[in-house]
């Protein structure tokens, strides 16, 4: 047990509704408190242990507020490093931010996640549209990776040395970082500060996690709500519960499973969303708001429904 805060379990059993692992296998080892108490022992290597996805949606209704899937992300399993420079060529493009210019001026700064880049691309280009139509001059990032899929595969190294890229390229820019993937801002809004404390980045990571927002919350705070059509469905990614939604419609809240690597691999989806899926009305189009969500849905999920970026529906 890494952080005495893991030690306020209650055992009320309130995460178990949220837990994803727990749901799909019933077992107490695969629930939150199941976790806590492998931790409590030392049993950190635990299948268990491995197995959580780091969804974070245990947190957001655990009234001690037990931070697990942060600190499961701080102190990882103990899993191979491969040398950060590694992953650097594996993933070019995306992990030299700091070496590019900063972007032009322009207010809001969009995040050109991996997502953003190579999977929903469309949606940027709506929402370059529909910022310009409200009056705004939006700027972008070069494409970034925020490092939580590093931090996935069990690399924390490589995933410090991304973050602090990051961290680094955006102390060059100023006003609000919108994106639109909800683990990227899961990522820069609570890892970033969580992995920098005590170092000398701290303050960059403070100050960026009070400027990053879903790009739904950024309009909420400018405009009325964004509604979604009523033969769309949200899917709202588990980093994004406990968050504001600037989003309105037919919500699905069940986890997909991507954050863990493997499980994009696999062409199942988790029986609760399956059966979610079932229950629900027939659905033309599925939105969701994050690149992993995307990709196991998109992998996953035979047409109708399609599966989109909320954002493509904007002004529809
Ligand atoms: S909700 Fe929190 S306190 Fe209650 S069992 Fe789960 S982890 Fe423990
Ligand atoms: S982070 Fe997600 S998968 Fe892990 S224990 Fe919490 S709810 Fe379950």
């Not at 953003?116 to 494409?143: D, H, S």
């Not at 509604?227 to 600037?246: D, I, K, N, S, T």
Request: proline share 9%; hydrophobic share 40%; glycine share 6%.
């Amino acid at each position: 047990m890494t952080r005495p805060e893991l030690s306020l379990c209650s055992r009320c059993g309130r995460c178990l509704s949220v837990c994803p692992t727990y749901r799909e296998t019933a077992l107490e080892t695969h629930s939150p408190r199941g976790r806590l108490f492998l931790l409590s022992r030392g049993l950190k290597d635990h299948p268990a242990i491995k197995s959580c996805l780091r969804c974070g949606s245990c947190e957001t209704v655990c009234p001690n507020r037990i931070p697990l899937a942060e600190n499961l992300c701080l102190e990882p399993p103990g899993f191979p490093q491969i040398p950060p420079l590694i992953w650097e060529k594996i993933l070019t493009g995306f992990l030299s931010p700091e070496k590019r210019d900063p972007p032009s001026a322009g207010e809001p700064l969009i995040l050109l996640s991996c997502g953003a880049t190579k999977l929903y691309p469309r949606a940027v280009k709506k929402l370059r549209i529909y910022l310009k139509n409200l009056g705004f001059n939006p700027a972008e990032t070069p494409p970034l990776c925020c490092g939580l899929p590093l931090l996935s595969l069990e690399q924390k190294r490589a995933f410090l040395r991304v973050a602090e890229k990051n961290l680094l390229y955006l102390a060059k820019t100023k006003g609000p970082l919108v994106t639109l993937c909800a683990s990227c801002l899961w990522t820069l809004r609570r890892l970033y500060p969580l992995f920098f404390r005590d170092t000398e980045l701290e303050d960059l990571s403070k100050d960026l996690s009070l400027r990053v927002y879903e790009i739904g919350q950024f309009l909420s705070f400018i405009k009325e709500r964004v509604f979604l059509p009523a033969e769309v469905g949200f899917h709202v990614p588990c980093h994004l519960r406990g968050e504001a939604l600037g989003v309105s419609g037919a919500r699905l809240e069940a986890c997909c499973g991507s954050a863990q690597p493997k499980s994009l691999w696999q062409k199942e989806m988790p029986f609760f969303l399956r059966e979610k899926l079932l229950k629900g009305r027939a659905l033309r189009a599925l939105a969701t708001a994050c690149t992993g969500c995307y990709l196991k849905l998109k992998r996953t999920l035979k047409a109708p429904p399609e599966v989109k970026h909320w954002v493509e529906f904007l002004g529809v």
